[in-house]
């Protein structure tokens, strides 16, 4: 967490950033971005995986299971059956790790377009040794940290009430697992986490947008300008406003005298006596129409 995310509260920054203080920001991986969306389809997309490919997960998840009773029964620690059981292991995780990836990158590509900065991972003193009553004043006590607070609370309470009316709605079917086989109390149980986790997921997306709107507004306060850093910005690219002035007497200088030299070569001055005078040339042999020269 960079210090100067929390820019918007300092004095004198009242000025929207420029197009110069945006560009410079995204290219150092300052970036609005939440990080709840890129969570929530990571969730999402993990268990819809699940859902999809159940047959080849328990399958692996069976051979896996194999091998591992094999190796604690027997004591055996052959490099085939450690193989074969790692090779298990991986291609049951392989597809979630793959998915959880590709989520997490789309995550983040929705909402800051392609991007790739090392600025972020570098070593910055100010991360190292910060000034801790300023952090603990904006972590503790600002905008950002109630809103966190509130957000992870608000997560907590949804979570629990999907749960709690998950359970609920299948208290009659769990009172009676007593009676059940362990295959059908398996499936029960499985069932109701399963809907327990894509409805959570679900929610936790749909919270996910107010998260971006107020990390996108935190965003922009944090690189909000003063007057005075907006003056030194135009300053160093467009030049010191004495010299531009200058610049433009000597071409407006410059202008007049190259106009005056062509008067000579008009054929007729036509004047509005308080404001405009103008020089028309016409050569009928090699004009296609008359010429303003000055």
Do not use: C
């Not at 969570?39 to 328990?58: D, H, K, M, N, R």
């Not at 896996?64 to 995780?93: C, D, H, K, N, P």
């Amino acid at each position: 967490m960079h210090l100067q995310w929390f820019a918007a509260e300092d004095e004198g920054r009242t000025e929207e950033p420029t197009e110069h203080k945006l560009r410079k920001a995204r290219e150092e991986g300052k970036v609005a971005r939440s990080v709840e969306l890129a969570s929530a389809l990571v969730l999402l997309l993990g268990i819809a995986t699940v859902a999809v490919v159940a047959g080849y997960f328990l399958k692996n998840t069976a051979q896996m299971l194999r091998y591992f009773f094999r190796i604690s029964a027997t004591g055996e620690l052959s490099g085939e059956l450690v193989q074969a059981f790692f090779g298990y292991f991986l291609r049951l995780v392989a597809p979630v790790l793959i998915v959880a990836f590709v989520a997490a990158f789309l995550g983040n590509v929705l909402q800051v377009g392609f991007l790739f900065s090392v600025k972020p991972i570098t070593p910055d003193v100010n991360r190292i040794m910060p000034n801790l009553g300023r952090f603990f004043r904006r972590a503790l006590f600002s905008g950002e940290a109630a809103f966190n607070l509130a957000k992870n609370i608000l997560k907590i309470a949804v979570v629990f009430v999907i749960a709690y009316l998950n359970v609920r709605g299948e208290l009659t079917r769990i009172l009676r697992l007593g009676d059940s086989s362990w295959q059908q109390g398996f499936r029960l149980i499985a069932a109701i986490s399963l809907r327990i986790i894509v409805e959570s997921a679900i929610a936790m997306l749909v919270l996910a947008v107010p998260d971006y709107m107020f990390a996108r507004r935190q965003h922009l306060e944090s690189l909000k300008m003063s007057r005075q850093e907006i003056k030194e910005e135009r300053r160093m690219y467009e030049g010191d406003p004495l010299v531009r002035s200058r610049l433009r007497e000597k071409m407006r200088e410059l202008l007049t005298r190259n106009m005056l030299k062509a008067v000579p070569r008009a054929d007729v001055i036509i004047t509005n006596p308080t404001h405009y005078s103008v020089a028309v040339e016409w050569n009928r042999l090699l004009m296609a129409a008359p010429t303003i020269t000055a």
